[in-house]
């Protein structure tokens, strides 16, 4: 199984040369590549034991949401999971993958199924898909028979992403048919789910996205009602423009000063779902924004983060539904994908970036 691993040294020194182009430390880099090429030279997996399943990864998904673990600090990065200081390149391969079952010692992961799980950067791998097995983000899955439809889907509008999508607005915002809902990081693999399940809603839905090109996607393709490039327009004079009686939802990707801006244009009782705050993800310090108390507080908005997890039982509920929507196009999706294992520290600093559109995925 060392045959296994043997392409993921040169993977994270590919990936050391695309995060330095994104101005990060590379004396730090470097000392994370020689970590993590130590702990692959010494990686040994005994297939005598009992182990669940011999997998074929399919596709790859590169991760904006593990920057959430990220801590940077002087432009050298560290990151914590759980109490355990890992470096940020073990961070960067931990992304989820749609793989095959070859072998299976676990009757409910029968040879030929797929199944999607945290295993990394890898085009192969052995797995504990046990009841009581350790995971990373979330337990491994089966993939249902999603027919005519890419099996890429499952780590996109048919996966987290999705029921991120559909549960933190629908449960945790609640949108009513007639309101005003507002998207940041619209065009991401969230947001854009976000925006349409609104419309769905009968929502007014308002996106914000980094290019004129995304803005006109969301427009003309996913039927957001308005869209702003953030960058180039003033988001408060935005939202004066588009909503000019307030916001009644709010589904925060970004946080920073767009999302004080956004608070801050709020009516009375909105409703605020945080999923991601994007802005802070790659910078040396948090960045400052406007302060949202006063308007939390005179308007009587309810803020609440959440994690996808807190769905898990109800995931097959999510996904048929997400799935019939799909079917009957009435939600659109957008991949960016990549072809190659070995080109996946380009996705990966692309996607932080910005250079996707939907989500970014490596075919392997």
Not at 180 to 204: D, E, F, N, Y
Not at 223 to 252: I, M
Not at 261 to 275: F, H, T
Request: charged share 25%.
């Amino acid at each position: 199984m060392r045959d296994a691993c043997k392409e993921i040294p040169d993977l994270v020194q590919s990936l050391a040369g695309e995060m330095q182009k994104l101005q990060i430390s590379q004396a730090r880099l470097e000392d994370n590549v020689q970590t993590l090429t130590n702990r692959v030279d010494n990686v040994e997996i005994d297939t005598r034991k009992s182990i669940d399943a011999y997998l074929e990864v399919q596709a790859q998904k590169v991760e904006k949401e593990l920057n959430e673990w990220l801590e940077v600090k002087d432009r050298e990065i560290s990151a914590k999971i759980e109490s355990d200081v890992k470096t940020v390149v073990e961070q960067a391969t931990a992304a989820a993958s749609v793989a095959r079952v070859v072998e299976s010692r676990a009757a409910d992961f029968p040879v030929g199924r797929h199944v999607v799980g945290y295993w990394g950067w890898r085009d192969r791998t052995v797995a504990d898909v046990g009841p009581d097995a350790p995971y990373f983000m979330s337990p491994a899955m089966l993939v249902p028979d999603l027919g005519e439809l890419p099996l890429s889907l499952s780590l996109g509008v048919l996966g987290m992403p999705g029921i991120s999508a559909y549960f933190g607005l629908l449960e945790v915002c609640k949108p009513k048919e007639g309101e005003v809902a507002v998207v940041s990081g619209a065009a991401g693999a969230v947001g854009s789910i976000v925006g349409q399940i609104a419309r769905l809603k009968w929502c007014k839905v308002i996106g914000f996205a980094g290019s004129d090109a995304k803005v006109k996607w969301l427009k003309e393709e996913l039927g957001f009602h308005h869209a702003f490039n953030y960058k180039t327009n003033d988001v408060t004079e935005a939202l004066k423009q588009a909503a000019p009686d307030g916001v009644d939802v709010y589904f925060d990707n970004v946080g920073g000063e767009l999302s004080s801006a956004v608070v801050n244009s709020m009516r009375e009782w909105g409703r605020i779902s945080v999923c991601g705050s994007i802005s802070g993800y790659n910078e040396s310090s948090l960045p400052k924004a406007t302060i949202i108390q006063p308007a939390a507080i005179y308007k009587q908005l309810r803020m609440e983060g959440f994690l996808y997890s807190r769905w898990h039982d109800r995931w097959e509920e999510g996904i048929t539904q997400l799935t019939q929507w799909v079917r009957e196009g009435k939600i659109k999706y957008c991949e960016t994908v990549t072809e190659g294992f070995q080109n996946t520290p380009k996705a990966f600093a692309g996607m932080l970036q910005g250079d996707n559109l939907g989500k970014a995925v490596v075919k392997v």
